[in-house]
């Protein structure tokens, strides 16, 4: 019998990645984004100490890009990275996975094969080098997100010499409302994060905790002083944008914000702002304006949090609805094949699709002990998540994946200790606004 496409994934054999291989792929990264994202790199540890030990390399995941960045933090050492096992189902990457021996993970649900994977790299060769990003997706904020549950659990469990990859500026070439790079800057560090014996003496929430301290990048702050320019050929600096910010300040009206060029304005009361190549938010005169496009995110999670603390918060929206192809491999830049369109529904208790499928009626509930997150893994216009094993794609009518992201993630936060936000995260904190001559606010 056939198998499907999901069973080959699944069975992919996972081997160390061939020198030859490696060598031309480690070439191709170099070539392509190497002085294009003018990188710079401050390792902090000797390599060679490593090269004939097994090693896990974690690392803050900021953009498309980060592979490469991590292949020359690590230089040119081969790796064998995990990603996300959606992308072994798209054509374009087919060939890359399968000779870079690409380990796949189901994101944020527990994944035995994916363990099996690295227990091939890392058990069975003595110079073995698995690469992570233990947040699971690029981040959306231009921050990094905390490591997905479990993270710690992982690492104890190998108990390798794991190193810390930080990535800085890596968001800013492609941030996450925009599928068009902005070519600049890019800085990598890399230090010694565990030894085998720190792993031992550490318990698995020790070692989590150290992981999110290490991997904690914030690609606004870090350039707030630098001004490094990030270079998208046509100007259009804010287009999209609406996709992460969705909330107005100054109103608080939610869905009506729109990035148009250099623009990001809100269409209810004008409110806005113009973004610039170094990322800095310039206030229209008399608008109310926070100091850079991550601290406008987490002001947007502040108010989730409280919307959801109401135990009748709900939401529901018209989506289209995909799944991967049982056979072959997706093209186009296709993510899903759409199947169905319905209403999602979210509230305290989980979220559910109730729709059709292939022309049928179809309807299905994900508890919220099960949901703790969704993935948004290209930009902001539609977002994935598992049910019973099984993969789903969501595409709203309107640009609100960030405010279906922020709502899950909240909900799932207030009612489990499972998987929390930093312990520094203040959800107290008051809206810190751009400081402008300009700027009246009302």
């Given at each position: 019998?056939?198998?499907?496409?999901?069973?080959?994934?699944?069975?992919?054999?996972?081997k160390k990645v061939n020198p030859v291989v490696n060598g031309v792929l480690s070439g191709i990264a170099r070539m392509v984004y190497y002085h294009s994202c003018k990188v710079e790199i401050k390792r902090n540890v000797d390599l060679d100490s490593y090269k004939d030990k097994p090693v896990i390399v974690v690392a803050n995941h900021a953009s498309r890009f980060d592979y490469a960045f991590v292949n020359f933090a690590m230089k040119r050492r081969a790796i064998n990275f995990v990603a996300a096992e959606n992308e072994f189902h798209r054509a374009k990457f087919k060939f890359i996975f399968k000779i870079g021996h690409v380990i796949p993970k189901r994101n944020f649900v527990p994944d035995a094969k994916t363990i099996r994977g690295m227990a091939q790299i890392l058990r069975k060769q003595p110079d073995g080098c698995v690469a992570i990003f233990p947040c699971g997706m690029s981040t959306t904020s231009g921050a990094q997100q905390p490591s997905v549950q479990g993270t710690g659990k992982m690492l104890k469990h190998f108990g390798v010499h794991v190193l810390a990859v930080r990535i800085h500026g890596g968001y800013l070439v492609c941030p996450k409302y925009d599928v068009k790079e902005r070519f600049g800057k890019v800085e990598i560090e890399l230090d010694e994060l565990f030894t085998p014996k720190d792993l031992q003496n550490l318990t698995a929430e020790e070692i989590q905790l150290k992981v999110d301290e290490a991997l904690f990048t914030d690609d606004y702050e870090w350039n707030a002083t630098r001004q490094n320019s990030y270079n998208r050929k046509d100007g259009k600096y804010a287009e999209n944008?609406?996709?992460?910010?969705?909330?107005?300040?100054?109103?608080?009206?939610?869905?009506?914000?729109?990035?148009?060029?250099?623009?990001?304005?809100?269409?209810?009361?004008?409110?806005?702002?113009?973004?610039?190549?170094?990322?800095?938010?310039?206030?229209?005169?008399?608008?109310?304006?926070?100091?850079?496009?991550?601290?406008?995110?987490?002001?947007?999670?502040?108010?989730?949090?409280?919307?959801?603390?109401?135990?009748?918060?709900?939401?529901?929206?018209?989506?289209?609805?995909?799944?991967?192809?049982?056979?072959?491999?997706?093209?186009?830049?296709?993510?899903?094949?759409?199947?169905?369109?319905?209403?999602l529904h979210l509230d305290k208790e989980g979220m559910s699709y109730t729709g059709t499928?292939?022309?049928?009626?179809?309807?299905?509930?994900?508890?919220r002990d099960s949901l703790s997150t969704i993935c948004l893994p290209v930009d902001g216009s539609f977002f994935y998540t598992y049910a019973s094993g099984e993969f789903l794609c969501f595409t709203p009518d309107s640009p609100s994946c960030v405010r279906w992201s922020l709502a899950i993630e909240e909900i799932y936060r207030l009612n489990s200790a499972k998987w929390n936000n930093y312990p520094w995260f203040d959800y107290n904190s008051p809206l810190k606004l751009k400081k402008s001559k300009l700027t009246q606010l009302t």
């Open positions: 019998m056939k198998k499907t496409t999901d069973q080959l994934v699944k069975n992919v054999k996972i944008m609406e996709q992460i910010i969705y909330k107005c300040p100054k109103c608080g009206t939610e869905m009506q914000m729109k990035g148009v060029g250099k623009e990001i304005k809100c269409l209810h009361c004008g409110n806005g702002a113009t973004l610039d190549s170094r990322y800095n938010l310039v206030p229209f005169v008399g608008s109310k304006i926070p100091v850079n496009p991550r601290e406008w995110f987490d002001w947007q999670r502040r108010e989730m949090r409280k919307m959801v603390s109401d135990p009748d918060f709900e939401m529901e929206e018209h989506v289209k609805f995909g799944l991967m192809p049982r056979y072959g491999y997706l093209k186009h830049n296709k993510v899903s094949n759409v199947v169905g369109e319905g209403v499928r292939e022309g049928e009626a179809w309807t299905v509930f994900i508890p």
